[in-house]
């Protein structure tokens, strides 16, 4: 580990004093185009006499020869994408331009980054079809475009992206029916809040139903069933019902019909009474002060009675769950983030500082985002306890206190997201104070 680092080292040196001040002329163009035909609110300089791979915003390779990621997240940047700017870095691996007011449609030569591993388009004003060019981009692994204006149905051409982990297409106007989609390497999907109908592919009953969310026409899978009492329909609804039965058929298709009220009712009442045992438990259990229940922006968080249906293959991840459940990251409203817990793992951290409480760290994501995360120690309470203290600080808004966004819970590893800050003195300053309120919130 530690002589690959040197050897690292000791190449970059050796590459760097051979005088290579090489630059990716193409590239640069390309970068230079891109800007100069963009409005933005000059928020991003780029020098032209320095090299691209300098510029803010911009990493290439090691060689400096491609620019491989360009990030570009809350610059200011207005309008369309011209074509033939941005689709000509082709040997881009990560391009972040969320958070812009970028509209119009992606341009047709997007098609052209073929090596493109992350896609972040969120939190734009983009238009039109669900992008075509995307569809050829088969090495991508992360796909953003959420919170835009997209219309029109999700393509089954997206089971061309056989690389796929996560898929956030959420916030937009997708309309039709969902495609059936190859969902085995997805972990993170999400369409909720767009004008979808029809049923949920039974690929996608693995997600929870915050996925689905807000398509008023949707149903099955985590969602409730298309027809009362019985089970949703075949994966492929185009199959007409023939229109004309026999006796015979109608007779046997009311007993059916007996059959499926009874078992339902009987469902129905089960659930009820589940329902009640759990509302007794709880009011036990609780102080009788109550908050509202938490709604936490990710809900991958079933409720205890619900985390037997959870699929075996979810693993807990950061030491073993009472509950059977997979931790997740849990966000607060009001924040744009969009990363994961594998994604702040992956980060490249710097520690910030020690404390009583725990140490912090500033982490910067593999996308650009840069957030402060709290390792906190030595805190010993139930999830449940936990979630409720995390529900009250996330509350506190204070516009000289830096915003809890998000928390993770395991038995092992409890961790606290901040955005991150760089008046280091004074956040640093509320955050102690923050973190000792939180320490003897637990120790009381
Ligand atoms: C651009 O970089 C050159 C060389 O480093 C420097 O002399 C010049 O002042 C810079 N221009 C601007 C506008 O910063
Ligand atoms: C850098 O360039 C050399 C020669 O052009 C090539 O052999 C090497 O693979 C390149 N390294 C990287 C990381 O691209
Ligand atoms: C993709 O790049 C090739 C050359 O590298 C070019 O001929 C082609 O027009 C580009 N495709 C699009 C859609 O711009
Ligand atoms: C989407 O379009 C509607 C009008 O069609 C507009 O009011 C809304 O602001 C747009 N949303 C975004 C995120 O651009
Ligand atoms: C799927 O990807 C292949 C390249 O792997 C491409 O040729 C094809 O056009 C893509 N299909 C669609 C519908 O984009
Ligand atoms: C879904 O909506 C589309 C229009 O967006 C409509 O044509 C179609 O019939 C609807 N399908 C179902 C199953 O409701
Ligand atoms: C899906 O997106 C919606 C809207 O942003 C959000 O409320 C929900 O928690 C998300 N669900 C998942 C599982 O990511």
Not at 124 to 144: A, C, K, M, Q, V
Not at 333 to 339: L, P, R, T
Not at 420 to 425: L, R
Request: hydrophobic fraction near 40%; proline fraction near 7%.
């Amino acid at each position: 580990m530690v002589m690959n680092f040197v050897c690292f080292c000791l190449a970059s040196v050796l590459v760097l004093s051979l005088g290579v001040s090489s630059e990716p002329v193409e590239d640069k163009q390309a970068l230079l185009a891109f800007l100069s035909q963009t409005k933005h609110e000059n928020r991003v300089q780029w020098n032209s006499s320095t090299s691209a791979c300098d510029w803010v915003g911009v990493e290439c390779d090691a060689n400096r020869s491609f620019v491989y990621t360009l990030r570009l997240p809350g610059v200011g940047l207005v309008g369309s994408i011209p074509p033939n700017t941005v689709g000509r870095l082709n040997q881009l691996r990560v391009l972040s331009l969320r958070a812009n007011r970028l509209s119009g449609p992606i341009p047709a030569d997007f098609s052209n980054l073929t090596l493109l591993r992350s896609l972040y388009l969120q939190y734009n004003e983009f238009t039109g079809p669900f992008p075509p060019s995307l569809t050829r981009l088969t090495r991508l692994i992360r796909l953003d475009i959420s919170s835009n204006n997209f219309t029109g149905p999700i393509p089954f051409a997206v089971n061309n992206l056989t690389q796929l982990t996560r898929l956030f297409l959420q916030n937009n106007k997708f309309s039709g029916s969902l495609p059936t989609i190859n969902s085995d390497g997805l972990d993170d999907f999400n369409v909720s809040n767009n004008n979808l109908n029809g049923s949920i592919p039974g690929s996608f009953s693995k997600f929870p139903e915050s996925s689905f969310a807000g398509n008023l026409g949707l149903c099955g899978g985590p969602l409730p069933p298309c027809n009362q009492f019985f089970p949703s329909p075949a994966p492929s609804p185009s199959e007409p019902i023939p229109p004309t039965t026999s006796s015979r058929k109608s007779r046997k298709l009311s007993t059916g019909a007996i059959i499926g009220i009874a078992v339902g009712s009987a469902i129905v009442a089960l659930l009820l009474l589940l329902v009640l045992i759990l509302c007794l438990c709880k009011r036990t259990r609780r102080p009788p002060k109550q908050q509202k229940p938490f709604t936490p922006m990710t809900t991958r968080d079933v409720p205890s009675a619900e985390a037997g249906t959870s699929s075996s293959k979810d693993e807990t991840i950061g030491g073993t769950s009472t509950e059977g459940e997979r931790n997740k990251l849990v966000f607060f409203e009001g924040g744009i983030y969009s990363f994961d817990l594998e994604d702040l793992l992956r980060a490249s951290a710097e520690v910030l500082g020690k404390g009583s409480v725990g140490t912090s760290y500033k982490a910067v994501l593999e996308e650009g985002t840069t957030v402060v995360v709290k390792r906190l120690k030595d805190v010993a309470v139930s999830k449940r306890e936990f979630e409720m203290q995390m529900e009250m600080v996330g509350k506190i808004t204070h516009e000289n206190l830096v915003p809890l966004r998000a928390f993770y819970y395991a038995i092992d590893e409890k961790l606290l997201v901040y955005d991150f800050m760089h008046d280091g003195s004074l956040s640093a300053l509320l955050h102690g104070k923050l973190l000792c309120f939180i320490s003897s919130l637990f120790r009381a």
